[in-house]
């Protein structure tokens, strides 16, 4: 299973909205829309951000949002703040044989 | 409130073993499902195993497959990782992951990981 596409990096100001993208290869994310993402800070554990392709977990900002179009998922933050600068990691499940992350998104906060 | 301690971590040569054990509590360990996940330090995630609630499916990443075990002591709400076999490339931060509820598709708790180095 091939690991899922996302760009390398994405900048913004603080305020404005960015998405990211996570394309897969085959029929994982459009058959299972079960996607998830983390949010990684340097030097820190990989925290849940989104599930189930566009739910939220309790306590995260509602100013992080998913979606899916086809065979990709998208994460939007919109409202851009300093703290958001991170790590963006998208996460697949096709079958439990076939876990799959992408290469992780770089987002910097201008 | 969740824990995941994870420890085990050592230097070892290529060829060695190794066991990572996941000290968890907070939650009813024997509800959910398991996972190792792994992290090269400045590179990507990714997922090495998981573990059914009651250790009856395991399920490995095709890079660790015949090399690496995993296991559980729903007694002692612990997680292990059995490396054997281990090569240069195994190096990174082993991370121990709790998955939701009757699902696979994702990881809601991490510990903050061990450090593996295969020298």
């Known amino acids: 299973q091939s690991a899922l596409t996302q760009p390398a990096s994405v900048s913004a100001s603080p305020g404005q909205s960015i998405t990211i993208s996570c394309t897969g290869s085959?029929?994982?994310?459009?058959?299972?829309?079960?996607v998830s993402w983390y949010q990684q800070h340097p030097g820190k554990a990989p925290k849940l951000i989104i599930y189930?392709?566009?739910k939220r977990p309790s306590g995260v900002s509602n100013r992080f949002s998913g979606s899916k179009s086809g065979n990709t998922a998208s994460l939007t933050i919109s409202g851009l703040q300093a703290e958001d600068e991170a790590d963006y990691y998208c996460?697949?499940?096709?079958?439990?044989?076939?876990?799959?992350f992408g290469r992780g998104t770089k987002l910097t906060v201008l | 409130e969740v824990q995941l301690v994870e420890s085990g971590g050592i230097v070892v040569q290529p060829g060695g073993s190794l066991r990572l054990s996941c000290a968890a509590s907070?939650?009813?360990?024997?509800?959910?499902?398991m996972h190792w996940v792994r992290q090269v330090p400045g590179r990507g995630l990714e997922w090495v195993s998981l573990?059914?609630?009651?250790?009856?499916?395991?399920f490995y990443a095709e890079s660790v497959k015949g090399r690496f075990t995993i296991s559980r002591d729903n007694t002692k709400n612990s997680l292990f990782l059995q490396m054997n076999s281990l090569r240069t490339e195994d190096t990174a931060l082993y991370y121990c992951?709790?998955?939701?509820?009757?699902?696979?598709?994702?990881?809601?708790?991490w510990g903050q990981g061990t450090l593996v180095s295969v020298s």
């Open positions: 996460y697949s499940y096709a079958d439990p044989s076939s876990l799959v």
């Open positions: 085959g029929s994982d994310v459009w058959t299972y829309n079960l």
């Open positions: 992951a709790k998955g939701p509820r009757n699902s696979y598709a994702s990881f809601d708790s």
């Open positions: 573990i059914s609630w009651n250790g009856g499916a395991k």
């Open positions: 907070g939650f009813t360990f024997d509800d959910y499902a």
């Open positions: 189930e392709g566009t």
